[in-house]
């Protein structure tokens, strides 16, 4: 089956659930997906009901699209995501955010756990993704393309929203929630970073480390819909902090940090709808 008729298949699963048409989509990373619980008029559906959506099998990634509304915008939700290391081939992994774009939506705000490589860095920070570099030596979009979809050379030149971006200064400023700004290096895991590999990554100019988001991106891009990414810096990356890396500490430290990643995200979502019913220009290419 084609992709298009994949997604067309999922979308329809979807509508037969909710009514809500989302137009601003959120993916939840490793210890944030309490967020989609905050949703009004929420309905939640398990990937597994889902034609074609991959499962996921981390903890702390329990897989539910949710539908609702974050401040009167509607919404759609991804709580839990499809990593490489799970398995999954890299188009596979994508399948969640190219649905969600299908569903209607926009904008995509993707967060995640991430290693921070500077050292004065605290582990709870926030970082607002301004680029990326993709380090996985993968892409989701090898293979045939299909044009409906997008192009087969996308432009990844401004695959952060400079929009986006600049909205979520102003939430964090709402809110009065810290964001610290940086480029976020996407590898392929499952294994953390040798001390030796992070001080190469700092001399890439990374400056948080992960194992999702750079993929969904692309995908995205490819898509034509604007993205925003932020970074809950979990931990210090290893080398660092000293002590040994461990997911049970990423995920107790991004739970530390849900109240403010919370209220920045909300605001963030609100700032973002706001632009998206009034401007035309949201309708096709990226700033
Ligand atoms: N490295 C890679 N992925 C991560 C890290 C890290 O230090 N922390 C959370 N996700």
Redesign the pocket.
Known sequence: MSLISQLDEAVEAVHGKSTTSPVIGVVLG?GLGAWAETLQDRTVIPYAEIPSMPVSTIVGHPGNLWLGYAGGVPVACLQGRSHLYEGHTPDRAVFGVRMLARLGCRAVLLT?????THPAWTPGDLMLITDHLNLTGRNPLVGPNEAEIGPRFPDMTHAYDRRIAALAREAAMDTGVALREGIYAG?L?PS??TPAEIAMLRGLGADA???STVFEVIALRHMGVRCGGISCI?????GLGGAP?SHAE?EETARMSRDRFSALLSAWVKRVGAAISGSPSWRGGAA
């Open positions: 490793s995640n756990a991430a290693g921070g590898l895991g953390y970073e480390v992960g194992m979990t931990n210090l990356a290893a890396l990423v």
